[in-house]
């Protein structure tokens, strides 16, 4: 099995799986035992390359630089969870996704600072022709629990990914998976084989300590746990009491939050509202954007070294993001547009008060929120676009964190499309990488080209709707090339109400 290249690892971080195409020829892979699909070599080089490796004990008593003391490394090796089997399930998620599989098969990012861990591991080997329905980045899901497969599919939360017989998909354990109807799949679990040491197929046996036996069961309950997935009263539990107490959980009130948008979230660092303005709202603010006030406000936004970098004339740039040939036509800005007099600003100050937006950035920030910026893009035919950008590998900035059962982060940005956007007719514009407010690794292209990542989304969409993206998702724009409207777009953003205090004013001394 070839190395895998960086951006193989970039995406598998990223989305929580990966194809590995003809890995067997069709004929092989139908007639394959069970055993032969989860030994195969190359899987077993894909598992290592990906998961595997060694981590550094970093403890001083390991490695103290005491002369004659080595540093300590743990190998990291997966062994088979559970036996082989088949995909007989359709159309449903294969995961067992009670918190507690999550724990023992799941992705982990915060054991340690300086990786990620991966407990678990799903292979699933295409037999015959299939299709594996896989939502992205759910690897990373912290809203329990996940819609349906249809309804993920409905809300545009998945991918479906196409398998010729003898290709396997390999996926994170808890990265939501499931066949397609028609699909013929071999499915293989293997687990780090450290973190829960035991026999073949069976794991944490205790009834080898017969000193339990002699406890009071009250007292063996706590020692040895109640079975799996009860309580101590012996209840069992249901996803949200295993979790952190959430906002989902606890609030009942009618403007509750709706928790398949939370989940969504969470899971793509994006949310689309369409429907936001109405006819008369988009005409309001386009017709102040076609008055002669607005045409003596605009202003290009300067080829800085950030969109242009090495390649002042575009060369070897990305056309995605790139001015017309032979142009250096720039994107155009209404700055500050809140600011601006009465009455071309009033369809812009529409903006800081409505109900359907403001009712998000009260659980995506805190009900404290603020409204911090407003801009408005004006951009022609052949214009510039910008590079990706925004994620904490590209310094310090707005950041994404799931705390308290609520997700947080330090700025939202809220993009207002005031005319339809389809890529199809040329136009450009917003592009998110869904996924990216949670990425552990950075991109694995220049900024000039790593806009053609198939990871990338243009965010396509009709007038009056309403794009909201933590500043951390990574983002760009997309040139625009359309000789019949210019790009309309507002941009303002919302972070928390953080305020330096006022100095105080230099006390006399007593
Ligand atoms: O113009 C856009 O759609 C995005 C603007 C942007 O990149 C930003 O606000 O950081």
């Given at each position: 099995?070839?190395?895998?290249?960086?951006?193989?690892?970039?995406?598998?971080?990223?989305?929580g799986?990966?194809?590995?195409?003809?890995?067997?020829?069709?004929?092989?892979?139908?007639?394959?035992?069970?055993?032969?699909?989860?030994?195969?070599?190359?899987?077993?080089?894909?598992i290592?390359?990906l998961a595997?490796?060694?981590?550094?004990?970093?403890?001083?008593?390991?490695?103290?630089?005491?002369?004659?003391?080595?540093?300590?490394?743990?190998?990291i090796?997966f062994e088979l969870d559970r036996?082989?089997?088949?995909?007989?399930?359709?159309?449903?998620?294969?995961n067992d996704l009670?918190?507690d599989e999550q724990r023992r098969l799941g992705y982990d990012?915060?054991?340690?600072?300086?990786?990620?861990c991966v407990w678990g591991l799903r292979a699933?080997?295409?037999?015959?022709?299939?299709?594996?329905?896989?939502?992205?980045?759910?690897h990373?899901?912290?809203?329990?629990?996940?819609?349906?497969?249809?309804?993920?599919?409905?809300?545009?939360?998945?991918?479906?990914?196409?398998?010729?017989?003898?290709?396997?998909?390999l996926a994170v354990a808890t990265t939501?998976?499931?066949?397609?109807?028609?699909?013929?799949?071999?499915e293989c679990i293997f687990c780090d084989d450290?973190r829960y040491?035991?026999?073949?197929?069976?794991h944490?046996?205790?009834?080898?300590?017969?000193?339990?036996?002699?406890?009071?069961?009250?007292?063996?309950?706590?020692?040895?746990?109640?079975?799996?997935?009860?309580?101590?009263?012996?209840?069992?539990?249901?996803?949200?009491?295993?979790?952190?107490?959430?906002?989902?959980?606890?609030?009942?009130?009618?403007?509750?939050?709706?928790?398949?948008?939370?989940?969504?979230?969470?899971?793509?660092?994006?949310?689309?509202?369409?429907?936001?303005?109405?006819?008369?709202?988009?005409?309001?603010?386009?017709?102040?954007?076609?008055?002669?006030?607005?045409?003596?406000?605009?202003?290009?936004?300067?080829?800085?070294?950030?969109?242009?970098?090495?390649?002042?004339?575009?060369?070897?740039?990305?056309?995605?993001?790139?001015?017309?040939?032979?142009?250096?036509?720039?994107?155009?800005?209404?700055?500050?547009?809140?600011?601006?007099?009465?009455?071309?600003?009033?369809?812009?100050?529409?903006?800081?008060?409505?109900?359907?937006?403001?009712?998000?950035?009260?659980?995506?920030?805190?009900?404290?929120?603020?409204?911090?910026?407003?801009?408005?893009?004006?951009?022609?035919?052949?214009?510039?676009?910008?590079?990706?950008?925004?994620?904490?590998?590209?310094?310090?900035?707005?950041?994404?964190?799931?705390?308290?059962?609520?997700?947080?982060?330090?700025?939202?940005?809220?993009?207002?499309?005031?005319?339809?956007?389809?890529?199809?007719?040329?136009?450009?514009?917003?592009?998110?990488?869904?996924?990216?407010?949670?990425?552990?690794?950075?991109?694995?292209?220049?900024?000039?080209?790593?806009?053609?990542?198939?990871?990338?989304?243009?965010?396509?969409?009709?007038?009056?709707?309403?794009?909201?993206?933590?500043?951390?998702?990574?983002?760009?724009?997309?040139?625009?090339?359309?000789?019949?409207?210019?790009?309309?777009?507002?941009?303002?953003?919302?972070?928390?109400?953080?305020?330096?205090?006022?100095?105080?004013?230099?006390?006399?001394?007593?």
């Amino acid at each position: 099995m070839a190395l895998m290249t960086e951006e193989q690892m970039w995406a598998f971080e990223l989305d929580g799986y990966i194809l590995l195409p003809s890995l067997l020829g069709a004929p092989a892979a139908a007639h394959a035992t069970p055993a032969a699909l989860a030994e195969h070599p190359d899987l077993l080089a894909a598992i290592d390359q990906l998961a595997g490796g060694e981590l550094p004990l970093w403890h001083r008593a390991a490695y103290d630089g005491t002369e004659g003391k080595a540093q300590e490394f743990h190998t990291i090796k997966f062994e088979l969870d559970r036996p082989p089997r088949r995909r007989t399930k359709e159309g449903q998620w294969a995961n067992d996704l009670t918190v507690d599989e999550q724990r023992r098969l799941g992705y982990d990012t915060t054991s340690r600072p300086d990786r990620v861990c991966v407990w678990g591991l799903r292979a699933l080997w295409a037999v015959g022709d299939s299709c594996v329905v896989v939502c992205p980045a759910s690897h990373k899901a912290n809203v329990q629990p996940p819609p349906s497969m249809a309804r993920a599919e409905e809300l545009g939360a998945t991918e479906r990914v196409q398998l010729r017989a003898g290709d396997c998909l390999l996926a994170v354990a808890t990265t939501l998976v499931g066949a397609a109807p028609g699909s013929s799949l071999q499915e293989c679990i293997f687990c780090d084989d450290t973190r829960y040491p035991g026999g073949p197929f069976g794991h944490g046996a205790t009834d080898v300590d017969s000193w339990l036996d002699e406890l009071t069961p009250a007292r063996r309950a706590l020692v040895a746990g109640p079975p799996r997935g009860l309580g101590h009263d012996g209840r069992p539990l249901s996803n949200e009491q295993q979790l952190a107490p959430s906002l989902l959980d606890v609030n009942t009130r009618p403007d509750a939050p709706n928790h398949e948008e939370v989940w969504f979230w969470d899971l793509r660092g994006y949310l689309v509202l369409p429907g936001v303005m109405d006819r008369e709202w988009l005409a309001q603010c386009n017709a102040a954007l076609d008055s002669p006030f607005a045409e003596a406000n605009r202003r290009p936004v300067g080829f800085s070294s950030s969109v242009v970098g090495e390649y002042p004339d575009y060369e070897g740039c990305s056309q995605t993001i790139a001015p017309a040939p032979g142009t250096r036509c720039t994107e155009e800005r209404v700055s500050q547009t809140w600011t601006h007099p009465p009455p071309f600003s009033d369809g812009f100050r529409r903006m800081i008060d409505n109900p359907l937006v403001n009712a998000r950035l009260k659980w995506m920030i805190d009900p404290g929120f603020v409204m911090t910026t407003c801009y408005t893009i004006v951009s022609r035919d052949g214009a510039a676009g910008q590079p990706l950008h925004g994620g904490w590998f590209y310094g310090a900035g707005p950041n994404y964190q799931f705390r308290d059962g609520q997700p947080r982060t330090e700025q939202v940005n809220i993009g207002w499309l005031l005319q339809d956007v389809e890529t199809a007719t040329g136009d450009g514009g917003l592009m998110l990488v869904p996924g990216s407010h949670k990425a552990r690794l950075p991109l694995p292209r220049p900024k000039q080209t790593s806009c053609d990542l198939p990871q990338v989304k243009h965010m396509q969409g009709v007038a009056g709707t309403v794009i909201m993206y933590p500043g951390t998702t990574t983002h760009g724009v997309r040139s625009w090339r359309n000789p019949n409207r210019e790009r309309r777009f507002v941009n303002t953003k919302a972070g928390p109400n953080i305020r330096r205090p006022e100095r105080e004013a230099a006390q006399p001394s007593p």
